[in-house]
Nanobody, 119 residues
Framework: QVQLVESGGGLVQPGGSLRLSCTAS????????MGWYRQAPGKQRESVAT???????NYEESVKGRFTISSDNANNVVALQMNSLKPEDTAVYYC?????????????WGQGTQVTVSS
């Protein structure tokens, strides 16, 4: 199995920054991609930023220009730098990893980390 551990959430004022980090461990053969998702109260989980193994990134429209996803492949870490945070960014943020194994792709989730943007 694969374990994902997130860190870096917290309370920040509007306009502030946070950096989320996710470390993967366990039966990791190769990743087809990793990403960050978020779920606000009463809303569905949505994709925030994704990164393919080929280095292609995709961002949710509202975070473009403010958030940046990056990876440290040697250490199986994916990070999300969040700048110019807004109250509407408040949510539980989840790390996701798509792991290739035996010709199949398995999806794993972290436990989530709370991000609250409030004055």
């Amino acid at each position: 199995q694969v374990q994902l551990v997130e860190s870096g959430g917290g309370l920040v004022q509007p306009g502030g920054s946070l950096r989320l980090s996710c470390t993967a461990s366990g039966r990791i053969t190769s990743f087809s991609g990793m990403g960050w998702y978020r779920q606000a109260p009463g809303k569905q989980r949505e994709s925030v930023a994704t990164l393919t193994s080929g280095g292609r990134t995709n961002y949710e429209e509202s975070v473009k220009g403010r958030f940046t996803i990056s990876s440290d492949n040697a250490n199986n870490v994916v990070a999300l730098q969040m700048n110019s945070l807004k109250p509407e960014d408040t949510a539980v943020y989840y790390c996701n990893a798509a792991v290739n194994r035996g010709g199949l792709t398995y999806s794993y989730w972290g436990q989530g980390t709370q991000v609250t943007v409030s004055s």
